[in-house]
Structures are given as structure tokens and as C-alpha cells.
């Protein structure tokens, strides 16, 4: 079953929706607020997949095709369940966190009593696999936080061991570095929502 038979879009209210499933409540459609991440969700839908798989690979992802997403794209690569490592984070997203995190452990950003729960959304997203649309609060070090919404989709790693997931990560409230330049760096990554995107394999269970 293609994702794309889970996608309806209305022109006359410009909106992308997503068919996914939640535990015990069926099939819910899920708003793609943002654009780019709506461009996105299209991009990692046209790309190769080989024998059967429901991901793409990750050597058919062609930056040069997608330029104007990647300022606001991050590549996380699974290590193990303690490291979920940065391997590249957009510009853009660098500007919002104040610092570039390439390299470093997403877990070190999330709230300490929600670690294990934050490395089994990835590892359960390359293991099942499946999608996650989130809405996530970032808490800057000046006490402001912004509201984004994150798109991500997981790759079969044809060039490497470990298993690659790719997010699309935008705000969906107005944000403008230049007025806030002094709001400091990341401190912490809140969850508000999260919802799983059924890519042909089912849609598990998630207790967030």
C-alpha cells in the first residue's frame, strides 16, 4: 500500500493531510501545516525503493533536487539507543537553535526523564518502520520558546550500517532571528504532539 493513498489535498484551503493511525482511536487525519514540509513528504515519496521496500534509499536522495529544503533539513543516523547522532543539520535550523549541533547527540536536547522515550520514536520509525509528524516546542536559553512542526521518514542506509532517518523541521509561528539574535541556544526539546504515519508496514502502538 502506497502513502500516497493516504494523502488528500484541498485547493481551496491550501492544506495537505495525512491518513494515519493512532492506539485505539483508528485512522485520524493529521494537517501538514508548513509548505516545506509538505514538499518534503512529496520528495520522499518519489523516490527509488528496491525489492519490495517501503523506503527509499537513502544513495537515491539528491540534494541538489530538493535545495530549498535543506536549510531546515537534519540527518540523524542511529547508533545505538543512547546516540542518535546529528550527521547534518540545516543552516537555517542552526540560526533557531543559536549553535550548530552537527555531530552532537540529539538525546543530550531532550528532557532527561524523556530520553528513552525520544530514542524509541527513532528506532521504532527504522525498525517498524514508519513516519512521525510532530509539533515540538524549543526552549531557547533566553526562556522563549518556538513552535515548530517536524516531518520525518526513515532510509534503507545503502552506504552505511546504521539506520538513517531525515526530518523536515519548520516553524509554524512566526520566527525572525534578526528580532530575537539574543535569545541565546538551545536548551531543551519539548514534544506538544506526535503522531506515527502508517508507510505500508502498519502503524504501531506509541505511548509518548
Not at 491550501?14 to 482511536?25: G, N, S
Not at 483508528?26 to 528496491?50: C, H, M, P, T
Not at 531557547?140 to 521518514?153: C, D, Q
Request: with cysteine.
Amino acid at each position: 500500500m502506497l502513502l500516497k493513498q493516504f494523502t488528500s489535498y484541498d485547493k481551496h484551503v491550501d492544506m495537505w493531510f495525512i491518513d494515519c493511525a493512532k492506539a485505539l482511536k483508528g485512522r485520524v487525519l493529521i494537517e501538514i501545516k508548513n509548505a516545506r514540509n509538505r514538499q518534503f513528504f512529496d520528495y520522499w515519496q518519489s523516490l527509488e525503493r528496491k525489492g519490495g521496500s517501503v523506503m527509499p534509499l537513502k544513495s537515491s536522495f539528491v540534494p541538489e533536487e530538493v535545495g530549498h529544503l535543506l536549510s531546515h533539513m537534519i540527518v540523524y543516523e542511529l547508533i545505538s539507543k543512547d546516540n542518535i547522532k546529528i550527521r547534518l543539520q540545516g543552516t537555517a535550523i542552526n540560526e533557531r537553535f543559536g549553535q550548530d549541533i552537527t555531530g552532537g547527540n540529539y538525546l543530550d536536547y531532550v528532557e532527561p526523564e524523556r530520553r528513552d522515550v525520544a530514542s524509541n520514536a527513532f528506532w521504532l520509525m527504522a525498525e517498524q518502520p514508519c513516519g512521525i509528524i510532530a509539533t515540538l516546542e524549543h526552549a531557547l536559553s533566553s526562556g522563549r520558546k518556538i513552535t515548530v512542526e517536524s516531518i520525518g521518514f526513515p532510509f534503507e542506509n545503502d552506504r552505511g550500517e546504521n539506520p538513517i532517518i531525515m526530518y523536515q523541521s519548520n516553524e509554524i509561528e512566526a520566527y525572525n532571528p534578526i528580532m530575537y539574535k539574543n535569545d541565546g541556544q538551545l536548551k531543551l526539546i519539548f514534544v506538544v504532539e506526535r503522531h506515527i504515519i502508517d508507510i505500508g508496514k502498519g502503524a504501531p502502538s506509541f505511548v509518548d
